[in-house]
């Protein structure tokens, strides 16, 4: 299995929270090749601003691990994650992040910080952005026009 594989996974998790009409945006964390955890946006429906796909993902992990450390995990999502996420991603240990679409607005992975690059942070983690972007960021467009226009139909 792949990058492109667990992306996948990960979209029809965004698919998910776009049902909840939520902005679609789902994550799952590997493992050894196996997926132990999954998560998708809740922040609308479960009243909670930090409820974020990767911390959605994050809280499975960890407690199908009993342990809030994800030693050796990846994270893979649809979008690339904002402040509090990748905060919650060092803390968690995670080894890898692999992304889809990039953020122009609140993304911190190049778009508009590079806190994974930043130095004088205490965690580290290898990234990997634009893994199945074309698809992740389709999906983010057509969210976002039907919600502003509810009657108009998308094409992309």
Do not use: W
């Not at 009993?66 to 994270?75: A, E, F, G, S, V």
């Not at 992304?99 to 778009?111: E, I, L, M, N, R």
Request: charged share 20%.
């Amino acid at each position: 299995m792949n990058d492109e594989y667990f992306m996948r996974v990960a979209l029809d998790l965004a698919f998910k929270a776009q049902e909840l009409g939520e902005v679609p945006v789902g994550a799952v964390i590997v493992r050894k090749g196996e997926i132990i955890g999954r998560g998708y946006n809740r922040s609308i429906v479960a009243m909670d601003p930090t409820a974020h796909a990767e911390v959605t993902a994050l809280r499975d992990a960890a407690q199908n691990l009993h342990n809030y450390r994800l030693l050796d995990c990846t994270l893979f999502v649809t979008l690339e994650p904002c402040t509090m996420c990748i905060g919650a991603l060092f803390h968690a240990r995670i080894k890898r992040l692999v992304y889809a679409a990039a953020d122009p607005k609140t993304g911190v992975c190049g778009s508009v910080l590079n806190l994974p690059a930043e130095t004088r942070l205490n965690h580290h983690l290898e990234v990997t952005g634009g893994v199945l972007a074309h698809e992740a960021s389709g999906l983010l467009k057509q969210f976002f026009i039907r919600k502003r226009n509810p009657d108009k139909i998308v094409l992309l």
